[in-house]
């Protein structure tokens, strides 16, 4: 288990308890860049697993390899600072792995399911891996690894500043895809507030269009018609893949789905357009 985290955050404690009270022993590496000081935070909370402390800023790939290169375990995942597994998370992936599955997607459920806002943020950036999805439906990303496919495949891009994991999964042959597991839940802690959704909604875009236009000949404009046409999914989406009054608060947030998917396409825009001004395009 790879914890990543950036300048220390306070929430780093939860994300390594919600490990540490998982029902099968795990071996722990926390890779915290940017500064801060996670090994004080964590012994304040009675915690001891190994820290590796990083002053610069690491990019998620290279803080993913800091981790591979730490640790001995078979099979390799990653939690970010700002999830939790939910119960049965690590228990789950092993069972997949040791019957043979060497790379194991995991569903993402909503930390905060009767807030409005937090619901729209949860929809714009994980309809495709709400843990009600049939497996033809799901998006395969949140995934642990067999440690032999990094000897073969070699490790992630360190300089991407996002996508690295769309990348080495393309690397990899076609076939087989990693399974859909939904039992595997992570919590995602989801904004609360609309003027920061709508601001991490427009960053996320802008790193969106950068990636999308080192990788694709579409223009920028096509881009953005993409990630906006995404609002015709959501609700599909989260009809098959929720249930209940997550269903149904889910409902509620739609009108606010669509003006942040919008504010998201603005940023791809952004973000595709500056990347081809820079050179970015694929030759």
């Known amino acids: 288990m790879v914890v990543i985290g950036y300048r220390a955050p306070v929430q780093i404690v939860d994300a390594v308890t919600s490990l540490l009270d ?24 009675g915690i001891k697993v190994p820290v590796i402390e990083i002053s610069r800023r690491l990019f998620v790939g290279a803080a993913r390899n800091v981790g591979i290169a730490a640790t001995q375990a078979p099979f390799v995942a990653f939690l970010a600072d700002d999830c ?23 569903a993402i459920v909503n930390s905060h399911p009767r807030n409005l806002i937090a619901c729209a943020a949860h929809l714009i950036m994980f309809m495709r891996r709400l843990p009600g999805l049939p497996a033809d439906r799901a998006l395969r990303y949140g995934v642990s690894f067999d440690r032999r496919l990094f000897d073969g495949y070699g490790l992630f ?29 992570t919590v995602h802690r989801n904004e609360t507030s609309l003027v920061r959704l709508f ?34 999914n959501v609700r599909k989406l989260a009809k098959i893949g929720l249930s209940g009054r997550d269903r149904t ?35």
């Not at 792995?97 to 060497?102: E, F, I, S, T, V």
């Not at 080495?168 to 939904?182: A, I, Q, S």
């Not at 998201?264 to 050179?279: C, E, H, L, P, Q």
Request: neutral net charge; aromatic residues 8%.
């Open 84 to 106: 939790l597994a939910c119960p049965g998370w690590a228990e789950a992936r092993i069972e997949r792995h040791l019957a043979g599955d060497r790379m194991v997607a995991s």
């Open 157 to 185: 891009d360190e300089e991407m500043p996002a996508g690295e994991d769309t990348n080495f999964l393309d690397r990899l042959p076609r076939e087989p895809l990693p399974v859909w597991e939904p039992r595997v839940q």
């Open 199 to 232: 601001a991490d909604q427009y960053r996320r875009g802008c790193r969106r269009g950068d990636y999308l236009v080192a990788s694709s000949p579409k223009t920028p404009f096509r881009f953005f018609r993409d990630t906006f046409h995404d609002r015709h």
């Open 22 to 45: 998982q029902n099968t022993p795990l071996e722990i590496v926390v890779v915290n860049s940017g500064g801060g000081d996670v090994l004080a935070l964590l012994a304040g909370a």
């Open 249 to 283: 608060f889910a409902m509620m947030s739609l009108p606010i789905v669509w003006l942040a998917l919008l504010i998201k396409s603005v940023g791809v825009y952004a973000g595709a357009r500056d990347g081809a001004k820079a050179g970015k395009r694929p030759q």
